[in-house]
C-alpha cells in the first residue's frame, strides 16, 4: 500500500519551548503514529520521512537506498531555490555508491582502525592540556568553542593529515572559516579555495618526500591528486566541523545538566558511556537522506524508484521504543546502538578519533575547571538548533579561582 494520509507539508523543526536539546515535538508524534510518512520537499518533490530507529537502521543498511548526491532532494527549508546537486567530484566517498565507495573505503578503513586511533590517545591529552593552559593562563570568561572546542580537532587533523607546523596556523584559521555558520557564502567559499589550494600542494609536497601520516600512506595508493585532495578536504571538513560541534554541545548539555558533570567529574569510570550518551542524547547531524534506487516495500509503504527518504536521527535517537526514558540525559546509560555516527556501509570513517578526542577532552575540561560555569545566561548562548549540524557558536563560561 501507499500512504494515503496527506503529506507532511515539509521537515518539522518547532522545539519545545526551553528545551534546546530536545528534538521538535511532532517527529515525536510520528514516530509514533506514522513512523514512515509522505512528506513535501521545498522543491517539490513528494518524498518520505522515516522517524523510528528500526526503519532509519534498516535504510541506512539497504543498498537499494543510495547516497549518490545527484540523486537527492533536500529537505532543508529554501533549498527549493538551490539546483540539484551535482554528481560528487572524485574522492568525495560519502556521496557515491558501490563499487566506488567500496574502493576508497577499503583504502581507508585501515587507516582509521580502533588501535591506530587509540595510538593517538597521547597526543590528543597534550594537545587538550594545551589549550587548558592557554585558558588558565588567559583566565575567565572565555569563549569555549574559540578556545577549546575548535582548537583540539583541528589540531588533530593537522596531525593525521601532516600538515607541516609552520603552515598550522593558516591551516588553523581557514578551517575555522568553512565550520563557521556566522561566516557569509563568500567568506566560506575563500577559505575553501584556500583550504583546497592548500591540501593539492600537500599532496605533492607528501608524494615527493613521505612523512609519517595519513596523508602520505595514501600516496603509495592508486588514487589521483584530485582524489588524495577531495579526501583530505572531507575528512577536514567532517572530522572538525562535527567533532567541534560536539564539543561546544556536549559541554552546553552538561552545564544545563550540573548533576550529569558532577558524575562524569567524579567518576572517570563513566567516561565512555558518557560519550555515546552525549552522541545520543544530542544528534547533532540530524538528518541524512537516501534515494531508493527500485521500488522498496518498508513498513508496509511501497517506496518508489526516485523517492528521496529524510531519516531523522535525533528522533532515532530518542525512540522509546530503543532507549528508555530517551529525553533524559544520563550519563551512566548504557547507549549503544545510536545512530549519531550513521551505520551501514557510509558510518562515519573518523568516529573512532572522534571518540578519542571526546573521551579526553570532557573530563580534561571539567576537571581542571571544577567550578565551570556559563558566563551569560542559558537562553543567551547562540545555539544552531535546526541547522544541519547542531552546535553552539558562543560559549562564554568562566570559573572561580582565578
Known sequence: MTDSLPALAGLPTTRPTGCPFDPPTEL?????????TRMSYPDGHLGWLVTSHELVRAVLADPRFSS???????PAPGAAAMERPPVAPPGMFIAVDPPEHTRYRRLLAGRFTVRRMRQLTARVEEITAEQLDAMERQGPPVDLVQAYAQPIPAL???????????DREFFRQHSATVINQAATKEEQGAAIG?????????VLAKRAEPTDDLLSDLTTSDLSDEELTNIAMLLLVAGLGSTADMLGLGAFALLRHPDQLTALRTDPTITDQAVEELLRYLSITHTRTRTALEDVKLDDQLIRAGETVTLSFQAANRDPGRFADPDTLDLRRQAT?????????????GQQLARVEMRVAYPALVTRFPTLRLAVPPEDVPLRGNADIAGVDRLPVTWEGA
Open 337 to 349: 546502538g545510536h545512530l549519531a555516527l550513521g551505520h551501514g556501509i557510509h558510518q562515519c570513517l
Open 194 to 202: 584556500a583550504i583546497g589550494g592548500f591540501l593539492h600542494e600537500l
Open 156 to 166: 588533530m587533523i593537522c596531525e593525521l593529515l601532516g600538515v607541516p607546523y609552520a
Open 28 to 36: 515525536a508524534r510520528l514516530r509514533e503514529q506514522r513512523p514512515l
Open 68 to 74: 549518490r548526491s545527484e540523486l537527492m532532494h533536500s
